[in-house]
């Protein structure tokens, strides 16, 4: 019964953090893509440095009217939000925070669970735009596929490059074979893995299923209100999910300079906030790429790069043994 209890506490509290850390992270963007810009708005609602913003956009989007356009594919176009925002609770569960099965629940092969899971988050954006019965949600929802299939391989390849380094595919088990010499061993890899991320994300600046100079809005375009809300806290929560895992596989997860057993969560909360901020900091800094170049990215930089990588990794591995 005491492990049954302790898995539910632990289930629980993935749970908070899931509904917790996505609204802070687009509080955060806010307030630094205000700073960044000279934007007055965000630092103003409620007063002080515009504490009031994120309540302000909750009450904005509970009030707006819940439209499904005529010709929609009703039953796909309401279940599409759900598919998108999901799958990144059901990766939570199992990246570990802390030493001492500081996790939700460990799983064997838990890198290709959490990569296959974040895949899954991919077709709420392609229900969507097929659903919506609007050829500019159909074009975004076109090019999410086509960004799909060009990212979801380098951050395969690069994740079990890991894996083979730790040769285990859990991800606990690669935390507690992990030694501080990878990270510079694996850094390319890291490098891979974040950018494909953000890829997958389709935020900026791969975010051209999106790009309202083109197609408006991509497959959101007929979404409003509490709908739409939850296809931005699922690009919120893709963030946390993402800068958890890169620094889980490639900086050392809860491993620091010092108090690695107690203070462990607290390494992990670092880097995953600062991996956060560079995700924030590369929407205001960079242009949005064209489709051409996106596809060129991922086919002749990212994915040879991750192969060598990998050759990398079979030729440390050798050596080593």
Not at 32 to 47: C, N, S
Not at 141 to 154: D, H, N
Not at 268 to 274: D, F, G, Q
Not at 279 to 306: F, G, H, M, N, S
Request: hydrophobic content about 60%; glycine content about 10%.
């Amino acid at each position: 019964m005491s492990d049954t209890l302790a898995l539910v506490l632990r289930l629980l509290a993935v749970f908070v953090v899931f509904l917790v850390f996505p609204l802070v992270i687009g509080q955060t963007e806010h307030k630094v893509m205000a700073h960044m810009q000279g934007r007055l708005g965000p630092m103003y609602a409620g007063g002080f440095h515009g504490w009031a913003q994120l309540v302000a956009d909750g009450v904005k989007f509970v009030q707006k009217e819940d439209v499904v356009p005529a010709g929609a594919d009703r039953r796909i176009f309401q279940l599409a939000p759900a598919v998108a925002l999901l799958p990144y609770l059901l990766v939570m569960v199992a990246i570990p925070v802390g030493p001492h099965n500081a996790v939700g629940q460990a799983l064997d092969a838990g890198v290709f669970y959490v990569l296959a899971v974040m895949g899954v988050g991919v077709l709420g954006s392609l229900m969507a735009g097929w659903a919506s019965a609007n050829k500019f949600s159909l074009l975004g929802g076109v090019r999410t596929a086509a960004q799909l299939l060009a990212y979801e391989l380098p951050m395969l390849l690069t994740a079990a490059s890991v894996a083979m380094a730790a040769g285990t595919l859990s991800l606990p088990g690669i935390l507690d074979a992990f030694h501080w010499w990878w990270v510079p061993w694996q850094l390319v890899g890291g490098v891979v893995f974040f950018v494909a991320g953000l890829a997958e994300l389709q935020r900026p600046p791969f975010d051209m299923p999106v790009a309202d100079s083109e197609i408006i809005f991509g497959a959101y375009t007929e979404y409003t209100g509490l709908r739409f809300a939850l296809f931005l806290l699922a690009e919120y929560a893709g963030i946390v999910v993402l800068s958890a895992l890169t620094t889980v596989l490639f900086l050392g997860g809860w491993h620091g300079p010092f108090g690695a057993d107690g203070l462990g969560w607290l390494w992990t909360l670092v880097k995953t906030v600062a991996l956060c901020f560079v995700v924030i900091w590369l929407r205001v800094t960079y242009p949005r790429l064209r489709e051409d170049q996106l596809q060129k990215l991922a086919w002749t930089v990212l994915i040879p790069l991750a192969l060598a990588q990998i050759a990398l990794t079979g030729v440390v591995k050798v050596v080593i043994s």
